[in-house]
T-cell receptor
Framework: KQEVTQIPAALSVPEGENLVLNCSFT??????LQWFRQDPGKGLTSLLL?????REQTSGRLNASLDKSSGRSTLYIAASQPGDSATYLC???????????FGTGTLLAVQP | NAGVTQTPKFQVLKTGQSMTLQCAQD?????MSWYRQDPGMGLRLIHY?????ITDQGEVPNGYNVSRSTTEDFPLRLLSAAPSQTSVYFC?????WGTGGADTQYFGPGTRLTVL
């Protein structure tokens, strides 16, 4: 059974710091991996999607990497800002299906 | 495009009551799904649909029913509400798997349900 883990559960950093969020999964047979952002009381917003054949994806200050063989993905946020404060979730998709399996998220607080 | 919309935003029920959570999308997505989010447990899949007239169970389907009569709508029915169903419910939609980056999933704003 696929399990997705995110460590740490919570992270607090000063503004301007570069940071890395971690996501690990137990079954490397994934179709793709998606990173989401969730603001308090809101829905999920997709940040980056990495196909199983890709190693990384970039969008602005965000860079996500994928290492299927080790079952790991990282989300790198450069020059963090208070507006980046949110919960970040990763989710893996198994092959031949749209079903997502989510991690429990990392709550990020960027202090001004 | 409104994207994925959900109603109501908040709901309080008494044990044993029934209700329907509404979900609609205007992106012509074939795939739609319902998740519940509980503290410390992440999002878990309740039911999903790969197109009008086709539904299937997810990870935690007990106590919930779905139907898909149109591409746009995917309502979730609670048959007899229980306190264990207190949660935040999210609806999501996407193109079918295999469409590359276009199969990104889009989520609605959620319905916060409390069962007393």
């Amino acid at each position: 059974k696929q399990e997705v883990t995110q460590i740490p559960a919570a992270l607090s950093v000063p503004e301007g710091e570069n940071l890395v969020l971690n996501c690990s999964f137990t079954d490397s047979a994934i179709y793709n991996l998606q990173w989401f952002r969730q603001d308090p009381g809101k829905g999920l917003t997709s940040l980056l999607l990495i196909q199983s054949s890709q190693r990384e994806q970039t969008s602005g200050r965000l860079n996500a990497s994928l290492d299927k063989s080790s079952g790991r993905s990282t989300l790198y946020i450069a020059a963090s800002q208070p507006g980046d404060s949110a919960t970040y979730l990763c989710a893996v998709r198994r092959g031949a299906t749209n079903k997502l399996i989510f991690g429990t998220g990392t709550l990020l607080a960027v202090q001004p | 495009n409104a994207g994925v919309t959900q109603t109501p935003k908040f709901q309080v029920l008494k044990t044993g009551q029934s209700m329907t959570l509404q979900c609609a999308q205007d992106m012509n997505h074939e795939y739609m799904s319902w998740y519940r989010q509980d503290p410390g447990m992440g999002l878990r899949l309740i039911h999903y649909s790969v197109g009008a007239g086709i539904t299937d169970q997810g990870e935690v389907p007990n106590g919930y029913n779905v139907s898909r009569s149109t591409t746009e709508d995917f309502p979730l029915r609670l048959l007899s509400a229980a306190p264990s169903q207190t949660s935040v419910y999210f609806c999501a939609s996407s193109y079918p798997w295999g469409t590359g980056g276009a199969d990104t999933q889009y989520f609605g704003p959620g319905t916060r349900l409390t069962v007393l």
